[in-house]
């Protein structure tokens, strides 16, 4: 990938954010700005982002509520360990949240530089 590649990094964790992440993406495929966007989204966005990270099961992150988040607490805090992991080994440039801020706060602190 050639220097001038911005490395961009998005979760949407929620069928909501595919839907606003969606308009992002096609705005800037009308840029003149070289992108790769790697990230977690669902069914309607993968056809139009550059990789997916296979080692990270989206479906643990949709949870309500304040016992289902509880009751799925190891699991949820291993996939975001994981997604976090992939997004490092990326070295993405910008990270981008759509929706669920519990989940995506966290990787905006983590992934600070």
Known sequence: MSEDT???GIVTA???GDLLAAEFIKALSL????VH???LVGEKLRHMINEVPTEVDRTVFN???LIDPFLNLQKILGERKKLLNYFLKQ????FI???SPDL?????KKLKK
């Open 91 to 94: 070295n993405i440039d910008i």
């Open 104 to 108: 995506n706060l966290y990787f905006h």
């Open 14 to 16: 929620e069928e909501s």
């Open 97 to 99: 949240g759509v929706d």
């Open 31 to 34: 840029s003149n700005k070289k």
């Open 6 to 8: 911005v490395k961009i």
């Open 37 to 39: 966007i790697h990230g």
């Open 63 to 65: 949870v309500m509520g």
